[in-house]
T-cell receptor, first 115, second 112 residues
């Protein structure tokens, strides 16, 4: 079974530029999550989708971050404009069901460096 | 919200046993997860506890006490490959979607 795919793996941009990350979850997984993991810290949930609807985006900085999950499969996370403090690894995860014991499977992440 | 505490770093010797503690505060506890994360890699699932007691899975065991807001991950017969960060994560049914809140992680270094 293929895992969660993410691209790009690495991205270096200058502050105030825009960047987008892509995630393809495990086939059949209805729930998709985007996390931000700053070096030395645990992952912090940014947004959770159930199919193509947003379940929770309370920790998403909506003035600069946006995310969508068209057709309930792939998802993109965008930052516009980027700030220095956005330097982090952006992890995408998916799980089969929401609301039950549902192990989250993580992708390899995109390491973003903002200069 | 939740508050999750775990030690930042631990060091242990190959072949030994190490216990990584996690304490949490949450109003609607609905499960605790342990994940392993090697440097530069994605977290991988280790264990899940929702009821009090010990869950054993090979060299790894996880314990939960809901009344104390406490869990530990026990690693036996340590191997060099166990050097990684170990993340404690709590699910709260009060949050939409039963989202997970992660602790900061415990970086374990296994020495020969």
């Amino acid at each position: 079974e293929a895992g969660v795919a993410q691209s790009p793996r690495y991205k270096i941009i200058e502050k105030r530029q825009s960047v987008a990350f892509w995630c393809n979850p495990i086939s059949g997984h209805a729930t998709l999550y985007w996390y931000q993991q700053i070096l030395g810290q645990g992952p912090k949930l940014l947004i959770q989708f159930q199919n193509n609807g947003v379940v929770d985006d309370s920790q998403l900085p909506k003035d600069r971050f946006s995310a969508e999950r068209l057709k309930g499969v792939d998802s993109t996370l965008k930052i516009q404009p980027a700030k220095l403090e956005d330097s982090a690894v952006y992890l995408c995860a998916s799980s089969f069901r929401r609301g039950t014991y549902n192990e989250q499977f993580f992708g390899p992440g995109t390491r973003l460096t903002v200069l | 919200g939740q508050n999750i505490d775990q030690p930042t770093e631990m060091t242990a010797t190959e072949g030994a046993i190490v216990q990584i503690n996690c304490t949490y505060q949450t109003s609607g506890f609905n499960g605790l997860f342990w994940y392993q994360q090697h440097a530069g890699e994605a977290p991988t699932f280790l264990s899940y506890n929702v009821l009090d007691g010990l869950e054993e899975k090979g060299r790894f065991s996880s314990f939960l006490s809901r009344s104390k807001g406490y869990s530990y991950l026990l690693l036996k017969e340590l191997q060099m490959k166990d050097s990684a960060s170990y993340l404690c994560a709590v699910r709260d049914r009060g949050n939409a979607g039963n989202m997970l809140t992660f602790g900061g992680g415990t970086r374990l270094m296994v020495k020969p």
